[in-house]
């Protein structure tokens, strides 16, 4: 039978979720925790491979499984092998087809901004500080340039050879209040560093390194300019075949490099 999981976690001690072999992963956590219970060692396999660091609320995975360890038990005996920054929330039987990677509507991130010239101890595991003043009311109209399908290539960590890096954001807005500032993404996948790098790229636009122009091109005024936001060419005519409906680029940017460089 196949069962799904309900996971959280804190994500500061492991590499990301996905199984390495030669660093800590969420992954393998939970693995050997279903094999100490179960007797029997098993892959999992998860909605969505979350980086170094990052941390999980709902992160769904799935496993097969002939253990006669009852269901409503499941979630208790996993947890008991588990550290304590992971814990299986839920337990349920689904379709033996059922793939959480493939069958996610949707993805939901948050970043989390602490906008001060002091380090928070409290905040430190879950926000990143930055320092100096941010114009949040531009960092919300540049949010905005995300939304719909578009090729996030220049967003991207390292992908793999022919894989699709058009994307599709349903949602994408920053919440600020006082020194904390929350930006939100959702879509129906992101590629690895996607997030980050477009944080990165409206940090920049909020201290006033990355200038909009009312024609919506952009330009740089740091000597060394954000190279994941480079001008998109042609963005769609290698991975348009993997995506129904309209594919739009994001708007160019030109980067203007000072003289005496």
Same mark, same amino acid.
């Given at each position: 039978?196949?069962?799904?999981?309900?996971?959280?976690?804190?994500?500061?001690?492991?590499?990301?979720?996905?199984?390495?072999?030669?660093?800590?992963?969420?992954?393998? *956590? !939970?693995?050997?925790?279903? &094999?100490? /219970?179960?007797?029997?060692?098993?892959?999992? +396999?998860?909605?969505?491979?979350?980086?170094?660091?990052?941390?999980?609320?709902?992160?769904?995975?799935?496993?097969?499984?002939?253990?006669?360890?009852?269901?409503?038990?499941?979630?208790?005996?996993?947890?008991?092998?588990?550290?304590?920054?992971?814990?299986?929330?839920?337990?349920?039987?689904?379709?033996?087809?059922?793939?959480?990677?493939?069958?996610?509507?949707?993805?939901?991130?948050?970043?989390?901004?602490?906008?001060?010239?002091?380090?928070?101890?409290?905040?430190?595991?879950?926000?990143?500080?930055?320092?100096?003043?941010?114009?949040? *009311? !531009?960092?919300?109209?540049? &949010?905005? /340039?995300?939304?719909?399908?578009?090729?996030? +290539?220049?967003?991207?960590?390292?992908?793999?050879?022919?894989?699709?890096?058009?994307?599709?954001?349903?949602?994408?807005?920053?919440?600020?209040?006082?020194?904390?500032?929350?930006?939100?993404?959702?879509?129906?996948?992101?590629?690895?560093?996607?997030?980050?790098?477009?944080?990165?790229?409206?940090?920049?636009?909020?201290?006033?390194?990355?200038?909009?122009?009312?024609?919506?091109?952009?330009?740089?005024?740091?000597?060394?300019?954000?190279?994941?936001?480079?001008?998109?060419?042609?963005?769609?005519?290698?991975?348009?075949?993997?995506?129904?409906?309209?594919?739009?680029?994001? &708007?160019?940017?030109?980067?203007?490099?000072?003289?005496?460089?």
């Amino acid at each position: 039978m196949r069962l799904a999981l309900v996971i959280e976690y804190q994500g500061t001690r492991y590499h990301g979720f996905q199984y390495q072999t030669n660093a800590n992963s969420v992954q393998e *956590e !939970i693995e050997n925790s279903i &094999a100490r /219970l179960t007797g029997k060692k098993t892959r999992i +396999s998860a909605a969505g491979r979350t980086d170094a660091g990052v941390h999980a609320r709902n992160q769904v995975a799935t496993f097969d499984t002939e253990s006669d360890v009852e269901i409503a038990q499941m979630a208790r005996g996993i947890n008991y092998y588990l550290p304590e920054d992971i814990v299986v929330k839920k337990v349920v039987r689904v379709d033996g087809k059922f793939d959480p990677r493939r069958e996610a509507k949707s993805r939901i991130y948050k970043y989390s901004i602490f906008n001060s010239n002091f380090h928070s101890p409290l905040n430190r595991l879950y926000t990143h500080r930055v320092s100096g003043r941010l114009d949040r *009311e !531009i960092m919300k109209e540049g &949010a905005k /340039l995300f939304l719909g399908t578009h090729d996030f +290539s220049k967003f991207a960590g390292k992908v793999e050879k022919n894989k699709s890096t058009v994307r599709t954001i349903f949602r994408s807005k920053w919440d600020c209040e006082n020194e904390a500032l929350v930006y939100e993404v959702e879509g129906n996948a992101f590629l690895p560093h996607q997030v980050r790098r477009m944080v990165g790229a409206l940090v920049d636009l909020g201290r006033e390194r990355l200038i909009l122009k009312d024609n919506g091109e952009a330009t740089f005024l740091s000597i060394s300019p954000i190279k994941y936001m480079l001008s998109f060419s042609n963005p769609i005519n290698t991975n348009k075949a993997s995506y129904d409906g309209v594919i739009s680029p994001l &708007a160019p940017v030109y980067i203007e490099v000072p003289e005496d460089i």
